[in-house]
């Protein structure tokens, strides 16, 4: 440990007795006390500590633990603190810095979308919720402590890997899911090192969903626009020396099974210095079908014809988008073979596609193999098939083929007292809104079970009064939402200073400077 750790590591620790002692938060109404018994050094004990939390009630307050600060944990909290009068909601976050894929995948020129941030500092606002970052379950807490300390645990911590297709050539360089290249620009810490290999004229895009669409236009925004979002700067100096001219989008069905929607497609169209070049073939007969389609799907098919007929642009600006020095494509019914290495094998070269073909019809058409194969020169392949939740601890069920951990109504299927929301309840798909309401309803099945009586409320040390001393003990310092309205300041103070919105801190070490500063 050099002087500088040594140094954050001991402010840690004196922060994280001070944090242990401390007394609880009004409770609108119920005020809980705690009475704190330190342990001897070396004692064993099922409980560091002991804390007895009591309300002005004859009840005991109830304590909810959710694993996860994204937005199937805040709608979680946000659902359960204003349905139950007493409930105690302790939001544990891996990251120093809370809000997930808000922070984390939200496209940097999409500020409309974080606006939620305002929903969830309000949530973390309520005098009965805490932010406790920087903790990460099933290595500084196990999910059987926070059983022991919690009437309710709630797992609401997404997807952090990525789905793969499992073809030679998937790990040459080159190669990247399009989950990290986003954890990349949008600086999440575990991305910062990619360094993708921009010095290529042409990327492949796999996958035909809203991420991919992210991705290509992140590598073919103008850097002019770029510069004054939220994007990180080492994202915008690697951008700055990108070769990339043509982004291939490819899906292995066709144009009525994409799962990208109208608002993204219609900004690809409206790209600056950038050309929509789709084949009006991909779309033949889709004219007379469009008019009995759902209205979501119709819309975008309309813009999908459209754009292959004109290319998105009006008179007026066919003249200037002919001098465009870029260019995205649609590549309809192709599957990825194998990924293909230079000569050397230093790199990636191209992409082997096999063609495929439709068996039934709409969305629950079939790709096919028809047998023929054709090859895509590229320098660059972004992976972008999904993410994929993964296990965090091993006493909690896990459907490894779904990725999802197994549920009704967000109980977990076996276990009373545990519950999940989010991309780890119902698998990665939907937007904000849809992980809204799958939010509202595990904190409906908590505040239900805790109404009826199903979860009883214990006495003694409960939440984080029983897990502080344990991860003190660890020499683990839990950032509190004080604590990160200090980064949050500090990244706004950098951001004013070049003309952005803020400019993210991408270290952890750093992040735990200020937020202790």
């Not at 560091?48 to 694993?67: D, N």
């Not at 590229?378 to 601890?393: A, E, H, N, Q, W």
Request: with cysteine; hydrophobic share 35%.
């Amino acid at each position: 440990m050099d002087a500088k750790t040594g140094h954050v590591a001991g402010r840690l620790a004196l922060r994280a007795l001070v944090l242990w002692r401390s007394s609880g938060k009004t409770n609108h109404g119920h005020r809980c006390f705690s009475h704190v018994s330190t342990p001897t050094p070396g004692q064993h004990s099922s409980t560091p500590g002991q804390h007895r939390w009591f309300c002005s009630t004859a009840t005991p307050c109830p304590h909810v633990c959710i694993v996860g600060s994204g937005p199937a944990g805040f709608y979680t909290a946000q659902h359960i603190l204003k349905n139950h009068k007493t409930a105690r909601v302790d939001i544990y976050e891996k990251l120093p810095v809370p809000f997930g894929l808000v922070r984390f995948g939200v496209a940097p020129d999409h500020p409309e979308v974080k606006n939620v941030i305002n929903t969830f500092t309000n949530t973390a606002g309520n005098d009965r919720c805490s932010f406790l970052g920087n903790v990460t379950v099933g290595r500084d807490v196990s999910v059987a402590e926070l059983r022991q300390a919690y009437d309710a645990v709630v797992m609401s911590y997404g997807a952090d890997a990525d789905k793969e297709f499992g073809i030679p050539g998937e790990d040459l360089p080159g190669v990247y899911s399009a989950r990290a290249f986003v954890g990349w620009y949008n600086g999440l810490p575990q991305d910062r090192h990619l360094a993708p290999l921009l010095d290529t004229d042409t990327a492949v895009v796999l996958g035909q969903g809203n991420v991919a669409l992210d991705v290509a236009r992140i590598l073919l925004t103008p850097l002019s626009i770029l510069k004054k979002t939220d994007i990180t700067d080492h994202a915008v100096a690697a951008l700055e020396r990108s070769q990339v001219k043509t982004v291939y989008i490819v899906g292995r069905r066709g144009p009525l099974q994409t799962a990208f929607t109208i608002k993204e497609l219609r900004e690809m169209t409206k790209l600056p210095g950038c050309r929509s070049v789709l084949d009006p073939a991909d779309f033949a007969g889709l004219e007379d079908k469009v008019k009995s389609m759902p209205r979501p799907r119709k819309r975008l098919t309309e813009l999908l014809i459209k754009t292959a007929q004109t290319g998105g642009a009006t008179a007026q600006e066919r003249q200037r988008l002919a001098q465009a020095s870029k260019e995205w494509r649609l590549k309809f019914l192709r599957s990825p073979l194998e990924i293909l290495p230079t000569e050397d094998g230093s790199r990636v070269s191209g992409i082997q596609l096999g063609v495929n073909r439709l068996e039934g019809s709409d969305s629950s058409a079939r790709a096919v193999p028809s047998g023929e194969t054709e090859v895509l020169s590229c320098g660059l392949v972004l992976r972008s098939i999904g993410y994929k939740s993964v296990p965090i601890d091993t006493t909690i069920p896990f459907d490894s083929q779904k990725g999802v951990i197994p549920n009704t109504e967000g109980r977990v299927t076996g276990c009373k007292g545990l519950y999940c929301s989010g991309w780890v309840r119902r698998g990665p798909t939907g937007v904000i809104a849809t992980t809204m309401t799958d939010g509202f309803e595990t904190g409906k099945a908590v505040v239900d079970d805790l109404n009826t009586g199903a979860l009883q409320p214990q006495e003694g040390a409960r939440g984080q009064e029983w897990v502080l001393p344990l991860l003190h003990n660890k020499g683990v310092q839990a950032v509190t939402f004080e604590d990160w309205n200090r980064i949050d300041s500090e990244e706004v103070k950098r951001g004013e200073e070049v003309g952005k919105p803020r400019e993210k801190i991408i270290e952890v070490e750093e992040m735990l400077n200020v937020a202790l500063s």
